[in-house]
């Protein structure tokens, strides 16, 4: 990799557009929604892409319902699938959220968050969704929340969404902003080879001995495309080894402790945060999305000043990145949590505290940014 | 690159999770570099009304600015929810250095193609910062040291395509900016507008660089680095006050 090599393809792109790439470049080949402001240049993007790509498939539908139906299906029929929406569109896949997440279907939503509850701010930027992408679909599910700062992380987050939803058979949510996703930067586009790209596992063992959800050492059961000779029933209800519904209350059990060990088993791989200045820091700020843009300028500017400040930047946010975030909280006398709603990442960080430090937020929900003032303030 | 203390992730050299967490990419790796010329960080703010192509222009300067001279830049927006009529605007931060906060603080330039913009945006000028507006549209300049070309005018008289306004400003704005190159913008034009409209713009584009050069007088003069970062801290320090 560090061999000379020749100039890159270089482009002024959108995060929405970066997205695109980010999932061209990990293997999507499906794509179904239904556009709605500040995700819409996904959906464009795609719409122009797909119908170059080998299989590639796009389809718009009549709304955001359909569209997760849709991406549910073609995943089982072995695609790489995703969909784009945001607050509206995704408070209806949210069933289908829950349904995906029963029935270990691989897929990868982007939201890209906007301001307000309803139709609230369709043009500003939010993050009030947190809370709702970790708990939107009723029932216990396991699920992965990943976010992106800015355009060259769109394409890696994105990256990543695909890699995790195939390895750990779960839909995967990336949560965007208006501003990260309508931001636009030079990045340099991804080629093959970029990035390291996983599958899902398929079955080995002949048709006849395939079990569709048995127990596994990852406990990730291998998915066969529909079609292909392994026979396999996909239900909501809780279901039993072989796929059919069952309410033996030990199979019920055991069907639901493996979705949760399959993701908890691998917190390692799953879980990313970026740490600027951490290592030394009295104040923390801990923050997401193009907020944590601001809080890299006054982090640097509090250092300037003498403060020593620090950045943890989550990347996940769901699975909560515990082991990252604890040890920080018992080291430094201040935690400042900055988001653009009334505290719904705070709530987690408060949790994990348990009372050690000062946990302090910064809650911003008229449509602006925070500024790098608005949080210097705070830390200096 | 294994050697970062302060990185506790996961350690798969090639996957895309390791990747996001070390190979910092910020701005996508321009060399900052420009042409030649070092930038602090240089504020523009383009603004209009929706329809008059003003995202469009942001897109066009900013990618001339990123890929012709290779400064690190970042372009938001800001638009209603109307899909014409609205106030709509294109902010970009542009700089030898990787940009962390995206969104514009105090501009260095802010063009408006409106008397609402022009009036609204005015105060987030820098002390000496330019202003450059549409002379027909704005009827009342906020500032007596405005500079005034009537862009919508040029554009539907000898262009003949009152769409290219925003390509005539932008003409000017690459004339006045002192670290833009014309060529840049051009290559900008060509490789983002469908061909059929092609010709017209980059007539557009020259008609507005031309008329500047003709009536604008000298390009703006770039501030010491040095009495910038002053300015800069001061502005800081008076914002937080007045917050409290």
Redesign the interface.
Known sequence: MTAPRKKRREAFLLGNEAVVEGALAAGCTFYAGYPITPSTEIMECMAKRLPHVPDGAFIQMEDEIASMGAVIGASLAGRKAMTATSGPGFSLMQEQIGYAAMTETPLVLVNVMRGGASTGLPTSPGQGDVQQARWGAHGDHPIIVLSATDVPECVEMTVAAFNFAEKYRSPVILLLDEITAHTREKIELPEPGDFEVFSRLTPTMPPEWYKPYEETMRGVPPMPPIGSGYRFHVTGLSHDPLGFPTSRPEEVRSLTERQFRKIDRFFEDIQIVEHVDTADAEVVVIAYGCVARSARLAVKQAREAGVRAGLLVLKTLYPFPRRHVEPMLRNCRLAVVPELNMGQLSREVKRVNEGYTTVRTINRIDGQIITPSQILKEIA | MTGA??????A?P????A???NG???????NGNGNGQTLARYEIRLSGLGGQGILTM??LL??AL??GHGY??????????EARGGASRADLVVSSEPI????T?YLDLLVALSQEAAASYYSYLKPRGALLIDADLVRQSPSSVALALPFTRLAREKVGVPQATNVVALGAVAYLLPFARIEAMRKSLKESLPEKICDANIKALNLGYQEAKKRLGEPIALPDPGEDDVQAARM?LT??MT??
């Open positions: 203390p302060k990185d506790k992730a996961p798969k090639k996957s895309a999770t990747k996001a967490v910092k990419m910020a701005n996508g790796n321009g942001g897109k900013g990618q990123a890929i690190y830049v970042t372009q938001t927006q800001s638009y209603g929810p962390s906060y995206p969104k603080e800081d914002e937080i917050e409290d």
